[in-house]
């Protein structure tokens, strides 16, 4: 893997972004998967052209997605993708632009690579393993700025059903829609921390764990335990993510409230 292979899968990852906004200019279909759970025929359309173009790149990669049925062949592969064509397909629907289309490469359990592209705002955070991390042409590095009391981003939902209430007095909660994308914003330096504490799937977070890991943070599950991908059990324990320095603070805040 070099600059150059990351650059071909931005390029695919930046057209799936394109197809998204155009089919959102020309008006989508939405359906539900369950309750409260949307999926548009903009997904669908993302899913297919990431899937052909992406295997086309890496035919030895499995294939692992939101919106492709799953196959057990994934684990025994090396390499596999891990996809979600629209992380944030509810914000997508209200047209609100905290969506992304997220791409990551994990090789043997360890994300490698990540394209995390925001198509409403022309925002394509992309990293590769030791070699870097950049938000479009520039390098970023996950360097929040200094402030008190630390800026969490929470999930707009997670807010609204008052689970960040028990952090009111230890930080400042920022409302932002897509996991992959608050976990881009982390590597960018833009906040000291994201979390989620229920159960994320592995395509929620992936492409945002290898950003943020690449551009000098922390990611790891709610523990504090480090995140293996490529599972048979696509569900993690939570997500963590921190800027560069903020980690241990960050967890020992999410313990004292888990009691």
């Not at 600059?3 to 990852?13: C, G, P, S």
């Not at 360890?110 to 022309?122: K, S, W």
């Not at 590769?128 to 939902?157: C, F, H, T, Y």
Request: charged share 25%; with cysteine; aromatic share 8%.
């Amino acid at each position: 893997m070099d600059k150059h292979f990351l650059d071909a899968v931005v390029e695919v990852t930046r057209r799936a972004g394109e197809m998204v906004e155009t089919i959102a200019a020309e008006g989508f279909e939405t359906n539900y998967k369950g309750h409260n759970d949307p999926v548009t025929t903009a997904d669908h359309a993302a899913n297919d052209y990431l899937k052909e173009h992406l295997c086309a790149l890496l035919p030895e990669a499995g294939w692992l997605s939101e919106e492709t049925r799953d196959s057990e062949d994934r684990l025994d592969k090396a390499y596999v993708w891990i996809v979600d064509p629209i992380d944030g397909t509810k914000e997508f629907v209200q047209r609100v632009p905290q969506y992304a289309v997220s791409v990551a490469l994990a090789h043997h359990g360890d994300v490698v690579l990540g394209v995390v592209y925001n198509p409403a705002r022309d925002e394509c955070f992309h990293a590769l393993k030791g070699v870097g991390a950049w938000l479009n042409d520039q390098p970023m590095a996950a360097v929040a700025p200094k402030r008190e009391p630390l800026l969490i981003l929470g999930s707009r939902s997670e807010i609204k059903r008052g689970e960040f209430v028990q952090f009111e007095g230890l930080a400042d909660v920022e409302a932002v829609g897509s996991i992959a994308y608050k976990l881009a914003l982390i590597a960018a330096g833009r906040a000291n921390t994201t979390f989620s504490l229920g159960p994320k799937n592995e395509w929620d977070i992936a492409a945002g764990v290898a950003l943020v890991e690449a551009a000098g943070g922390r990611a790891t599950d709610k523990a504090g335990q480090p995140l293996v991908f490529n599972q048979r059990n696509t569900l993690t324990n939570g997500i963590l993510a921190t800027a560069k320095g903020d980690f241990d603070r960050v967890l020992a805040m999410i313990q004292s409230r888990q009691g």
